[in-house]
């Protein structure tokens, strides 16, 4: 069994900063990427940003220039540094992983969710 820990949202005026922490532990022998989703209500999660094991990111067009995507190997951890907060940022956001397990199993796993709320 694997857990993910989230923490680090919040409510913030538009302009401000957040940063979002994720760390996992449990049956794990590596991790792959690990990625930050959001949900907006009414609408689809979507990808904000993935960081793999070997330090490649990717990000999300309407977050590109203002989060900033990363990770601690040695803590099993991922981060989302967000700047310049708007209000259609506001959302669920969720930690994602991609890990082998003990096993040798390919697994994901999703956090619990924090909420980001950025008022204009």
């Known amino acids: 069994q694997v857990q993910l820990v989230e923490s680090g949202g919040g409510l913030v005026q538009a302009g401000g900063s957040l940063r979002l922490s994720c760390v996992a532990s449990g049956n794990i022998l590596s991790i792959n990427t690990m990625a930050w989703h959001r949900q907006a209500p009414g609408k689809q999660r979507e990808l904000v940003a993935a960081i793999t094991n070997g330090g490649s990111t990717n990000y999300a067009d309407s977050v590109k220039g203002r989060f900033t995507v990363s990770r601690d190997n040695a803590k099993i951890a991922v981060y989302l540094q967000m700047n310049n907060l708007k209000p259609e940022d506001t959302a669920v956001y969720y930690c994602?992983?991609?890990?082998?397990?003990?096993?040798?199993?390919?697994?994901?796993?999703w956090g619990q969710g924090t909420q980001v709320t950025v008022s204009s």
């Open positions: 994602n992983v991609n890990l082998i397990s003990r096993q040798y199993k390919v697994q994901g796993y």
